[in-house]
């Protein structure tokens, strides 16, 4: 389990889908970016569901229903249930339903997702601060959503009313790039009231308490793509973690991430489920894996020998520069070893 100062990523002599029951998979930056699969995750969550591992898909997106995630992945060529699908409207609405009375009011500024999670937990989505809502919730509302909807927040948080988020995501993969998530829609919201809300999605606990209560997973292996929603929320959660590079993490901030933000496993993309992981060991004053081995030097310079897979020689990097920061030293230049390994 993942409560332990990690000062390198953990090694594996079993394939990871054999290793644990449940993937807990982050959808955005890790199985699609935009409306696109993200390449290799079809065959790889193939593969791992017909070994036998339970795949649930996770994810601070409130925008859409389980309902309609399931059917886009279906399309996509992974075989989903809604019920396989766990998202932060749910985790969201359970919150709020804890809070308020059976059958009250919620102002909604977002999607459907939100709509559909309110009413599955006997509560009534209402659209106006007039509406007397007992509570405001705001979530992902995609590019499209009107600047007046944060208007009727705000009017509802000033009379009183308590306000719940899904996430706080700054921003979200899309087939373009990077684009503002519900993080940077939310702070619209703090400024204007000076309010902070209650939040719900990854990485705190009250989703990966929705997520454990869904699906039953006794030794889950939670799949993303960012440090601080996705690895994090592992970490609070107590449970192992596999980050990919097939979103908004890159080489610096993985080698520059704080205890909470550590991998227990790094792979280029998903195919990682379905092998081992190479251990990264000792080696005189460095670290090395594979072919590679990584050195701490003076002034917090790392340093890279050798040759071999790129991800072995990233391994490493992030034993010398992780085992580092522990030592005092917060200033870390991997560049040079970085581009060496093209990252």
Known sequence: ??????????????????????????????????????????????????????????????????????????????????????????????????????????????????????????????????????????????????????????YAIARGVPWFASNTDLTIPSGRGIAPGNGAAVEVVRIATGAEPQVAGKPLPPMHRETILRTGAKRPLVVGDRLDTDIEGAFNGEVDSLLVLTGVTDGPQLLAAPPQHRPTFVDADLRGLLTGQPEVVEAGDGFRCGGWTATSRAWGRLELEGDGEALDGLRALCAAAWTAAGEGSCELDGGKALARLGL
Request: net charge negative; charged share 20%.
């Open 1 to 154: 389990m993942s409560q332990t100062v990690r000062t390198c990523p953990e090694g594996s002599g079993r394939t990871l889908n054999e290793a644990y029951d449940t993937a807990l998979l982050d959808l955005d930056g890790v199985v699609y970016a935009g409306g696109s699969a993200i390449a290799h995750a079809v065959e790889s969550l193939g593969t791992a569901r017909s070994g036998g591992m339970h795949l649930a898909y996770v994810t601070n997106n409130a925008l859409r229903t389980p309902d309609a995630v399931a059917e886009h992945l279906t399309e996509l060529g992974i075989p989903a249930q809604a019920s396989d699908v766990i998202t932060s409207a749910q985790a969201v609405a359970r919150l709020i339903s804890e809070q308020v009375p059976a059958g009250a009011r919620v102002l909604v500024v977002g999607g459907e997702g939100l709509r559909v999670a309110l009413r599955e937990r006997g509560l009534e989505p209402v659209e106006s601060a007039d509406d007397d809502p007992a509570a405001v919730v705001q979530g992902y509302g995609g590019p499209d959503l009107r600047w007046s909807r944060f208007a009727e927040a705000c």
